[in-house]
Every structure is written in structure tokens, then in C-alpha cells.
């Protein structure tokens, strides 16, 4: 087997037997990037030189009896997570030439046990998109056909995993930028609880949203991965101060009697046909395996989209008012302060952003604020108890994770509000802060990916790794890979 395609598990045994060390696996990611970068172009930043010190340095530490689940690997971080002294700029212009002077929680967690940094995937600016075709620095590419976008916002980090050009990456998602992506790519993404890992370094788009997690090649290592970075940390108010179970004890038992929840509005018209049978086939799957399916109905999740939307935007017109020229950043030179400021985030501020911090700004105002942001947070409560009644009778929730695979790159970029509906199967998890999960579960004739979605109760996580790994490890789509 070529070390690029390792996973964290396999990687981690060779080194503890001694058939491998990290500066091997960083040198076999270093060349794979070289070999396959500029098909897919996933990273904005590729850590090559700061890669080889950090593997050496886990090799030292082994060496001295250092024990890591993740020493020595080779991992990718989205470029909107604060890396110490490593370039982060949210793949925009403003924050071209951003140097964090800190480091993130969970990239710091990462650090203290020994993980190798080997580059800053590609996003949407400030993680606003669903395809990675909002970057500053250009497209991305979906690996299984590089004339379709990977997904977004993530989509550097899973076509950077789906490529081989890491073990691991870490994602964020906000309305489906970890498991929409996955899906695309054919790989698995994890959004944690809201509150599960803390946000204290992923630069802010919808604060209330937000949430860092893995995208892996297989569910173990998205378990172990979560296992490293979760965790309350006082630098973050809304991180949860819960137990951190160990989150591979529940992988590999059995599924029997768990009731899998499969809500009627997920499965609509306007899904796309091959789609629909593949997850229709995986919950048939789950059901072979003693999962029991009981159809449960989440009412208000044609809101969904809209209430996303205008709490999204708002809290992004908030968050991204700090990017004024003054402090940090980019900074364009005008006749007197407000003149600067209009001229730096004109120059700065992709159309996207643009748009975005025009919504929310608009839904904040006065007048509007009742009608929009206050009925939408009104609806937003809706649709989260519509998730505690479905987790009376069901132990998870089965779903599509998005109603189409991987679309042209160029298809939707003028119609922002077909863009937007990419997301219409995961944006509720994030609207009621349950942790969900996308896996493969099939192939279109096409040859593209498709996902199965998994959601589970707040800080519910085991039971959602539990079912996805028992489908995952019962199938054989997480070991196809894509010809490059």
C-alpha cells in the first residue's frame, strides 16, 4: 500500500511497529501534493519546510516513549482555523497576508499530541459557499471529476482527503461545510454538537452556527479525531462543559433494536432519482444490520432554509464588521477614515460576502429587525423541538446528506439561491446544534459519490459513530478511490 493512502489507524500501527516514521509520511504527502496540486488545487498554503520539522520532532518524541493516537500524522487544517505563525486568510483578500499571532484550540490540541501540519486547505471566503468557487485564490476541483466543484465550504479539506494529500483534515461547518463536501468527495464528515469543540481560533462567520470538525477517510478515524479536539475550553463561552467520552468504544457494536428515524420531508421531489435510491438502499442496510426504521416527521424544515439565511447573514454582517483596515489585514488608502473603510472592504470582500453582509445588515436594521432576525429565531426553536419530538421514538436520523452529488463547476454560480439549496439537508442540524455525520453510501451512473447522513441527540455522537460505522464496515464505498 502507497503511504499516501494510509489512514490515521494504519499509519499510527506501522509507526508503533517501526515500519514507518513521521518524516516518512510527511516526505510521501509533501510528494503526493506535488503530484496531484495543481489537477485539484485544495490548499492555499502547503507547509512543506514547517512540515518536516514537526515530523521530526514527533519522531524525537517517539523515540523517547511519547504515545499519541495522532503523533507523527499528517493533517490538513481549513484556512479559516488560526494556526500560530502559519498564513491563515479564510481564502480572501483582506486576510491575504493574515499571520495569526495565536494558535486555535483545537489546532493547539492537535499540537500537544504531536500531529504534523502539512497545509491550509482552500474555502468559500469566510466559509460562505457550497462549492469552493468563492475563494480568493480559485477553484478547487472534485477529484472523482475535476470539472465539478468539491462542495464547500470545506471542499479544499475533502477533496484535499478524498486526493490522498492528507490523512485527515479539519473542517468547519456552518450549514452543512463538513458533510456537504464529504458527500461530494466520497469521504466522511463529522459536525460535532454545537459546543462539543471549542471555536476559540476558527475565525467567525455565524458565531451561533459554527462548529469545527474532522473529514476522514473512514468513520475511526473521524472518532479519533474528535476524540483529540473536543473538550470545554474556558476561551470559548459557548463551549460545553460535558464529558468527553472515548468516541471509538462504541465502534464495532451492535446496532440491533436502535430505531433510525426517517423523516418524510427529507425524501421530495426535486432529489435527484440515483440519489434517493442509494439512500433508500443504505437505510435498507441499516435495517439488515437490527436498526428498526420508524418514519418520524421534522415539520418545519421547509423554513429551514429561509431562517438559516437571515440568522447566517446576520451574525456574519456582525462578525465580519471587524475587517475595517485598521487593525490587521488588508488596507486600501482613502481621502479620510469612512472613505478607507468602504474603499478596504470593496477591494477586500469577495460578491459572496458582499451579498451576505448586505442580508444581514438589512434583516438587523430597524424596522426589519421584528419581521426578520426576530421570527427567524422564533422559527429557529421550531425547528429544534421538531428534533426533540423525532428523538422520542428514534435513537438517530437517517437522511440524504444533500439532494444531488457534485454539480459543474460554473452551474450555479449566478443563481445564489440554487447555490443555497445545495445545503437544504444539513442546515437544520446546525440551526438546532445536534451533531450529524455524512457517509458514502453509493455511486451515481456517473460515477460520483453520494452521501447518507446521520443525526443524533445533543452530544449524541457515539450513537451516531456507532450506526455509521456499523453501515460503513457492512459496504465497500469508503475503499473506492478516485483515478488521478
Not at 423523516?263 to 432519482?273: A, N, R, S
Not at 475587517?323 to 488596507?331: A, C, H, I, T
Not at 422520542?392 to 439532494?403: K, L, N, Q
Amino acid at each position: 500500500m502507497e503511504l499516501h493512502s494510509l489512514t490515521i489507524e494504519e499509519a499510527r500501527n506501522a509507526m508503533q511497529k517501526g515500519e514507518l516514521s513521521p518524516v516518512e509520511l510527511a516526505d510521501a504527502f509533501i510528494k503526493r501534493i506535488e503530484a496531484v496540486e495543481k489537477k485539484i488545487r485544495a490548499y492555499v498554503t502547503v507547509t512543506k519546510e514547517g512540515a518536516e520539522t514537526m515530523a521530526k520532532e514527533a519522531e524525537d518524541a517517539m523515540k523517547k516513549g511519547a504515545e499519541s493516537p495522532i503523533a507523527g500524522i499528517a493533517l490538513a487544517v481549513k484556512d479559516n482555523i488560526c494556526t500560530q505563525g502559519v498564513k491563515t486568510t479564510c481564502s480572501s483578500k483582506i486576510l491575504g497576508n493574515f499571520i495569526p499571532p495565536y494558535e486555535s484550540t483545537a489546532t493547539k490540541k492537535l499540537r500537544d499530541t504531536g500531529y504534523v501540519l502539512i497545509g491550509k486547505t482552500n474555502l468559500d471566503e469566510f466559509a460562505m459557499g457550497s462549492s469552493t468557487e468563492n475563494s480568493a485564490f480559485g477553484h478547487t476541483r472534485n477529484p472523482w471529476d475535476i470539472t465539478r466543484v468539491p462542495g464547500g465550504s470545506s471542499g479544499g479539506s475533502a477533496a484535499a482527503v478524498a486526493a490522498d494529500m492528507c490523512i485527515a483534515a479539519l473542517g468547519s461547518d456552518t450549514g452543512g461545510s463538513i458533510r456537504q463536501p464529504a458527500s461530494f468527495c466520497g469521504v466522511v464528515g463529522l459536525k460535532p454538537t454545537y459546543g462539543r469543540v471549542s471555536r476559540y481560533g476558527l475565525v467567525a462567520f455565524a458565531s451561533s452556527l459554527d462548529q469545527i470538525g474532522p473529514i476522514t477517510k473512514n468513520v475511526k478515524d473521524s472518532a479519533i479525531l474528535l476524540n483529540v479536539i473536543s473538550g470545554h475550553d474556558p476561551k470559548d463561552s459557548t463551549s460545553a462543559s460535558v464529558a468527553v467520552p472515548d468516541f471509538t468504544t462504541p465502534l464495532g457494536q451492535d446496532i440491533k433494536g436502535m430505531k433510525i428515524g426517517i423523516p418524510k420531508e427529507y425524501f421530495i421531489e426535486g432529489i435527484e432519482k440515483e440519489v434517493g435510491e442509494s439512500v433508500k438502499a443504505a437505510v435498507k442496510q441499516l435495517e439488515s444490520l437490527g436498526a428498526i426504521p420508524v418514519e418520524i416527521s421534522l415539520p418545519h424544515t421547509g423554513y429551514a432554509v429561509a431562517v438559516y439565511y437571515i440568522l447566517a447573514t446576520s451574525e456574519a454582517s456582525s462578525n465580519l464588521a471587524r475587517y475595517d483596515g485598521v487593525k490587521y489585514g488588508l488596507r486600501a488608502e482613502g481621502e479620510d477614515l469612512l472613505d478607507m473603510y468602504m474603499r478596504t472592504r470593496a477591494a477586500g470582500f469577495g460578491a459572496e460576502v458582499k451579498r451576505r453582509i448586505l442580508l444581514g445588515t438589512y434583516a438587523l436594521s430597524s424596522g426589519y429587525y421584528d419581521a426578520y432576525y426576530r421570527k427567524a429565531q422564533q422559527v429557529r426553536t421550531l425547528i429544534k423541538e421538531d428534533f426533540d419530538r423525532a428523538f422520542e421514538i428514534a435513537d438517530a436520523i437517517a437522511t440524504p446528506t444533500t439532494p444531488t452529488p457534485a454539480f459543474k463547476a460554473g452551474e450555479k454560480t449566478d443563481d445564489p439561491l440554487q447555490m443555497y439549496l445545495a445545503d437544504i439537508f444539513t442546515i437544520s442540524a446546525n440551526l438546532a446544534g445536534v451533531p450529524g455525520i455524512s457517509i458514502p453510501c453509493g455511486f451515481t451512473s456517473q460515477n460520483l459519490p453520494v452521501g447518507l447522513q446521520i443525526i443524533g441527540k445533543h452530544f449524541d455522537e457515539e450513537s451516531v459513530l456507532k450506526i455509521a460505522y456499523a453501515y460503513e464496515q457492512s459496504t465497500e464505498w469508503h475503499k473506492r478511490k478516485p483515478k488521478l
